[in-house]
């Protein structure tokens, strides 16, 4: 008897009603999150990547930093996020801090032009993955600051692709062989951060 008492009060109890504060996430709004992170901490990477490369000196510097700088108010925030909304990160996190630095020096070390085209289909995918979120937030209507969040970080994500176009992305040796392989290595980041 006492050993049934015990095991009922020990047990993990789910409230009948939400208790204040909780904030109810369905598993599709924590895979956004947990991505999303995945995805600016891995946008930050690569641009440290590129900026060891390039150094302090060269003229594509400021341009890097400028866009380094908006990643880091996007991790900064999705941050934020996976605290106070009580979301797992992604545990690839140790792969993508090496991998995202790895792409972005790896390109950079090609060329100006090969970094720009990897920050070009970064960008492309990126602005398709955010936009295919918005289309479901808004469909649903629930969550209003993510998406107004995703709409804003969206936009400069679009910024940096235009950035890396009108530097040379398209001009990059083996551009349309390096740019499928970066994309689909992006790709392939989505689907596994959503999910480990």
């Given amino acids: 008897m006492n050993e049934q008492v015990y095991s009922k009060v020990t047990e993990k109890q789910t409230p009948a009603k939400p208790l204040p504060g909780d904030q109810l996430l369905s598993p599709e709004i924590e895979e956004m999150i947990r991505v999303d992170h995945a995805g600016e901490f891995g946008a930050v990477r690569i641009y440290a990547g590129q ?8 003229h594509l510097t400021p341009l890097i930093k400028h866009m380094a700088e908006q990643e880091d ?7 934020k996020m996976i605290a106070e909304r009580g979301v797992r990160p992604t545990i690839l996190t140790p792969f993508w801090h090496v991998a995202g630095f790895a792409l972005g020096a790896g390109t950079a070390l090609m060329g100006e032009k090969a970094a720009m ?16 979120q918005l ?12 998406v107004e969040t995703i709409k804003k970080f969206q936009a400069e994500e679009v ?4 950035i890396a176009k009108e530097h040379g992305a398209e001009e ?25």
């Fill in 51 to 58: 900026a060891a490369v390039f150094g302090e000196n060269h």
């Fill in 73 to 79: 108010v996007h991790l900064e925030h999705f941050n």
């Fill in 159 to 162: 910024e940096h692709r235009e």
């Fill in 117 to 132: 085209a990897c920050t070009a289909a970064v960008e492309t995918v990126i602005d398709d993955h955010y936009q295919e």
């Fill in 135 to 146: 289309d479901k937030l808004e469909a649903e209507d629930t969550e209003p600051a993510l």
């Fill in 172 to 196: 990059a040796t083996a551009y349309p062989l390096l740019s499928t392989a970066i994309m689909t290595g992006c790709k392939a980041a989505i689907w596994l951060s959503k999910r480990i």
